[in-house]
C-alpha cells in the first residue's frame, strides 16, 4: 500500500510539473505576441540590473587579486633565491658575512608576512562579499518565474469573469490560485526589493575597506624592506673597502662591426700601443669618447628566455563559508623561473614548437565521454556534481545532497530555460527507474561542478 500510494505522489507531482510548465510556456508566448500584458517593477528591473553589475565588478576583483597575489608569491621566490645565491657567493673570511645571511632571513620573513597578510584582510575579505551573490541570484530566477506563474492566474481567472456562459465554480477555483500565486510572488518580490538596494549600497565601503588594506600593508611591506636593503647596502660597502676598488673590467669580445685586420688604428699620443678597450660592469656611466664601435655587450641570460607563465588560481566555488586553509593552499606552489644561457648560435634558432592531438576515429575523439551510450538519457550532454546541498522550493526542482551525480539534458522548450538554472535527472534515479518523465528536475548550476 506504501509503495501505490508513493507511485500515486509521484504521478501527481509529475503531472503538477508537466501542467505548471505548459502554463508558463503559453503566458510567456502570449507575452510576447502581445496578447497578453506583462507585470512590470521597473524599480526592481533596475535593481536587478546593479546587482549583475555589482557580481561582475566583484568577480572581476577577486581575480586580479588572486593575481596580484600570485605575483607576490613568484617575487618572493625570486628574491630568496637571489639571496641564496648571494649567500653562496659570500666566502666565510669576508666581513659581514653574519649580517648578510641575517638580512636574508628577514627578507624571507618579511615576504611570507606580507603574503600572509594579504590573503587574511583581503582575499578572505573578498570571497565573503562574493559568497552571498550565488543565493540571491537563485532566487531572482525563481521570482522571474514565479511572476509568470502570477500573471497566468490573472490572465485565467480575467478570462472566466469576461466569459459570456459564466461557470462561478471555475472562477472560484481560479481566484483561489490567482490568491496563491500572488502571496508566493508578493513574498519573494518583498524580500528582495529590500534586499538588493542594500547589497548595492554596500559595495562603496567593502571596495574602501578592501584597498586600504591593500595600500596599508603594501606601505609597511616596502618600508621595512628599505630598511634591510639599507643594511645590505652598509654590508657591502664595508666588503667594498676592505677588499679594494668595487669595479672590475672584462676585454671586449670581437664583433663583425670591428675594422679588418688589414685597417690601422691610429696610435696614442704618446707612442704607447693601443691599449685594449675594457667594458666598465659595475652599471657607471661610460665616460665620454670611451665607447668602441667595436665592441657589444653580450646579453643577459634572462633575455634569452623567459620564465613560465604564473597559473591562473582555481575556480572559486559558490560557498558562502570559504575556509583559510582552501585559500591558502592556491600559493603551496612555488615558482621557480627557468634561467637557460645559450650560445650565440643557439639563441639565434627559432624555437620549434611540438603539439600533440587526440587521435580521432571516424570524426569521434578516443576516449571521449560515452555521450551516445544506451545506458544514458535521450539528450545527454554532459555530468555535474553537486558541490553543496540544495533543497527544491518548487515542484519541478531537483532537491540535492553534495555529492550527487546529475545527467544534464536540454529543455524540452528552450524558452523555458532561465539563466543560472539546467534541466537534469539524478543519476541515481535514472538507474533504478529509466522514466525521464518521473526523475527530471531544474537545479541551480552554481551548486555544482561539471565532471567528466
Known amino acids: 500500500m506504501a509503495e501505490m500510494g508513493s507511485k500515486g505522489v509521484t504521478a501527481g507531482k509529475i503531472a503538477s510539473n508537466v501542467q505548471k510548465k505548459l502554463t508558463r510556456a503559453q503566458e510567456k ?38 593575481t596580484y597575489l600570485a605575483s607576490v608569491k613568484a617575487m618572493h621566490e625570486a628574491s630568496k633565491k637571489l639571496n641564496e645565491c648571494l649567500q653562496e657567493v659570500y666566502e666565510p673570511d669576508w666581513p659581514g658575512r653574519d649580517e648578510a645571511n641575517k638580512i636574508a632571513e628577514n627578507n624571507d620573513l618579511l615576504w611570507m608576512d606580507y603574503h600572509q597578510k594579504l590573503v587574511d584582510q583581503a582575499l578572505l575579505t573578498m ?10 541570484k537563485s532566487r531572482i530566477a525563481k521570482r522571474g518565474r514565479k511572476l509568470v506563474d502570477y500573471d497566468s492566474a490573472r490572465h485565467h481567472y480575467e478570462s ?20 496563491k500565486a500572488q502571496k508566493v510572488f508578493e513574498e519573494m518580490n518583498v524580500d528582495l526589493q529590500e534586499e ?3 547589497l548595492w549600497n554596500s559595495r562603496v565601503g567593502f571596495y574602501v575597506n578592501t584597498f586600504q588594506s591593500i595600500a596599508g600593508l603594501e606601505e609597511n611591506f616596502h618600508k621595512e624592506m628599505s630598511k634591510l636593503n639599507q643594511n645590505l647596502n652598509d654590508v657591502l660597502i664595508s ?14 669580445q670581437p ?22 678597450p675594457e667594458i666598465r660592469v659595475n652599471h657607471e656611466p661610460e665616460p665620454a669618447g670611451g665607447a668602441t664601435p667595436g665592441a657589444t ?17 582555481p575556480k572559486h566555488t559558490p560557498s558562502k563559508e570559504v575556509k583559510q586553509e582552501q585559500i591558502l593552499s592556491l600559493f603551496e606552489d612555488t615558482f621557480v623561473p627557468e634561467i637557460s644561457v645559450t650560445t650565440p648560435s643557439q639563441s639565434s634558432l627559432p624555437a620549434v614548437v611540438v603539439e600533440t592531438f587526440p587521435a580521432t576515429v571516424n570524426g569521434t575523439v578516443e576516449g571521449g565521454s560515452g555521450a551516445g551510450r544506451l545506458d544514458l538519457p ?75
Open 239 to 252: 666588503l667594498e673597502k676592505q677588499h679594494g676598488s668595487n669595479t672590475f673590467t672584462v676585454k671586449a
Open 160 to 179: 472566466l469573469q469576461t466569459a459570456k456562459k459564466k461557470d462561478e465554480a471555475k472562477i472560484a477555483k481560479a481566484e483561489e490560485e490567482l490568491i
Open 127 to 136: 570571497d565573503t562579499y562574493l559568497g552571498q551573490f550565488p543565493d540571491i
Open 378 to 452: 535521450p539528450g545527454f550532454m554532459f555530468k555535474v556534481q553537486a558541490q553543496h546541498d540544495y533543497t527544491a522550493t518548487d515542484t519541478d526542482e531537483l532537491q540535492l545532497k553534495a555529492g550527487d551525480v546529475v545527467l544534464v539534458i536540454p529543455f524540452q522548450n528552450p524558452e523555458e530555460q532561465d539563466e543560472g538554472w539546467l534541466m537534469g535527472v539524478k543519476e541515481s534515479d535514472w538507474n533504478q527507474h529509466k522514466e525521464l518523465e518521473k526523475c527530471r528536475g531544474v537545479f541551480p548550476e552554481n551548486f555544482t561542478e561539471r565532471v567528466p
Open 297 to 313: 655587450l653580450p646579453k643577459s641570460p634572462s633575455q634569452l628566455r623567459k620564465g613560465p607563465p604564473v597559473p591562473p588560481p
Open 255 to 276: 664583433s663583425d662591426n670591428a675594422p679588418a685586420k688589414g685597417n690601422k688604428s691610429p696610435s696614442p699620443p704618446d707612442g704607447s700601443p693601443a691599449a685594449t
Open 29 to 66: 508566448v502570449l507575452q510576447k505576441l502581445g496578447k497578453a500584458d506583462e507585470t512590470k517593477d521597473e524599480q526592481f528591473e533596475q535593481c536587478v540590473q546593479n546587482f549583475n553589475k555589482q557580481l561582475t565588478e566583484g568577480t572581476r576583483l577577486q581575480k586580479d587579486l588572486r
Open 196 to 198: 538588493l538596494p542594500s
